[in-house]
Every structure is written in C-alpha cells, then in structure tokens.
C-alpha cells in the first residue's frame, strides 16, 4: 500500500516537472519571437527628428515634462529613459523631457518692425507684450516700433514683459474749420478741397424766405479744430430740382445727364461726379476732345449732388431730390 502512494508521488513530481519545463520553453521562444530594437540617443536632438526616429523604429513617445536648460536649446531633448543602447521590445514607451531653453534670452531689437511683427517675435522668445505707447514722430512709419525697454541685446527672464513705443506718423496739422454759411455750394466745395477737406454729406432744407441754394450749416461747426482729409457734410438750403431732364416719361427712374466739350484745341480732363449720403463717386472721368459729347444716365437718388468737374476745376453742380 504505502509502495503504491510512494509510486504516484514520484508519477506527479515528474509530471509537474515535465509541464514546468514545458511552459517554460514556450514562454522563452515566445518571449524571443518578439522583436527587439536598440534605443538610440536622443539627448540634444531636435524633437521632431526624435519624434521621426522612434516611430521608424516602432517605438511610442511619451512626453514627462518641459524644463529649462542653459545647455541645451529650446524645443531640445534633454533626457530619454530607457538610456541609450537599452534593448526593448517594439512598441514601448520612451519617455523625454523636453528643453525649454534658457531662463534668460538675448533680447531682440525691434525697432523699426511693425506691431505685428514685433507681437511674433516677443512670443517666440518666451516673452509678453508690457505697455503699449504711441506717439507722432516725423521719421518713423505709423505702426513701426521707434523705441522699447528693455534695450535690444540686453539679458531678459523668460516670461518677462517687453515695453514698445509705437509710432503714429507724423503729428497731424489742425486747421481752423472755415464758416461756410451763406456760401453757394460749389464756392463751399472748392473752399473744402484748397483746405486738403473732403466733401461728405449734403443734406437739404428749404426755408422759402432765405437765399436758394446756399450752405445753412455744417458739420464740424465753423472754428472747430480739423485736419487734412477731415469729412465735412453740409446742409443747403435748395426747393426740389426741375434742372434735370427726365429721360423716362413720370421722371421717376433715372435722368439723363448730357454735356458737350467746347470748341478749342486741347483736349480737356472731363469728370462727373456724384454725392449721396456722403458717400462721393466718380461716374465719368476721363480726357475728351473738343465738341465731344457725354451721355450718362443717372439713378434718380433722392437728395443727391452731381458735380461737373473741368480739368479738375469743379465748374457746375446738379441737385436732384
């Protein structure tokens, strides 16, 4: 009896030694089957050459962090785990850290750049936008950087704040608004453009007492502060307009506007010109032979001003309400 239990016991210890060193030949080849790649060294290289290095070999990127470094430039790597040399299998992790840079940068001139350009640069140093001036200087573009703090070369913290003067052009002339009430609308107008102004907004009322077709106000007030290329809109006294031949019997569509070059030698520089609410454009502008003759039909527009100009000598004016 006890012969025979002796006897299995030996059986199952073969046995379990039998299968243990089975199992343990099956996971070796296994274990082998997998293929395996050398780490290469990343330290110092660019990311993204490192990133196209490991996913050639078929390795993933896990990223732990960001630091700085005086050492290695920014956008750098500056540790890699496994080390170098390491063998792993495909398709494991290498984890980096990537350099920030140094903590402190060279700080680049600016001057002369435009705001724009500046903004770009100062980011891409790490660094932020501080106090932004402006002022008027004779010899700098609008919109270009005439000076900043800290000064071009000097040593700044990343995350520092970088303080721009930007230039606005030159420091605009004021003029003294002229008083145009009482004048007719063309000596208005040809006042307006000797004074650099331009015309904007006619806008009429008719008072049957008061001088037809003559200024009663505008806007800015006479005496007020403006400068060259200011809009200035008028307000002219005029009964509705029956100057205008209708081309379409009711006069309720369009007019028709005609006019002959005189006789002479030269040609002359033709432009018809039309306002509505204060908004100017050129219908016709061009040279014209003498005895030549324009047609243009113009959209019947409520309370718009055409004006006739002779080389560029405003010489008549159309009301249309």
Request: aromatic share 8%.
């Amino acid at each position: 009896m006890i012969a025979r239990i002796i006897k299995n016991i030996i059986l199952f210890l073969v046995f379990m030694a039998v299968a243990g060193t089975f199992a343990y030949l099956t996971l070796t080849f296994i274990i082998k089957s997998e293929e395996t790649v050398v780490v290469p060294n990343l330290i110092g290289k660019d990311i993204i050459y490192s990133l196209e290095i490991l996913t050639d070999l078929g390795l993933s990127t896990k990223i732990k962090g960001f630091e700085y470094s005086h050492l290695v430039p920014k956008n750098h790597l500056i540790f890699q785990e496994p080390e170098p040399g390491s063998e792993i299998k495909k398709g494991r992790d290498v984890r980096i850290i990537i350099s920030k840079g140094t903590k402190i940068v060279l700080m680049p001139d600016l001057k002369n750049l435009s705001i724009q350009q500046a903004r770009i640069i100062i980011e891409e140093n790490g660094l932020h936008v501080g106090k932004l001036s402006h002022t008027y200087i004779q010899n700098v573009k609008k919109g270009e950087i005439i000076a900043q703090s800290p000064l071009p070369s000097s040593m700044i913290q990343r995350n520092g704040f970088v303080d721009i003067l930007v230039s606005n052009g030159k420091r605009p002339v004021f003029y003294k608004m002229p008083d145009l009430k009482g004048f007719s609308l063309e000596d208005s107008i040809l006042l307006l453009e000797e004074r650099g102004l331009i015309l904007g907004e006619i806008k009429s009322v008719f008072h049957i007492d008061r001088v037809k077709n003559v200024v009663e106000g505008q806007n800015p007030l006479a005496g007020y502060p403006v400068t060259k290329g200011s809009s200035v809109d008028l307000t002219v006294n005029r009964m509705p307009a029956g100057k205008v031949k209708r081309l379409l019997k009711g006069g309720n569509r369009v007019n028709l506007f005609r006019y002959r070059v005189e006789n002479g030698f030269l040609k002359r520089r033709i432009k018809v010109r039309i306002n509505r609410s204060g908004i100017s454009y050129d219908l016709f502008n061009d040279y014209m032979k003498p005895g030549e003759e324009i047609w243009l039909l113009i959209p019947n527009y409520n309370d718009a001003t055409l004006f006739l100009y002779k080389d560029n000598k405003l010489a008549k004016t159309l009301i249309f309400d």
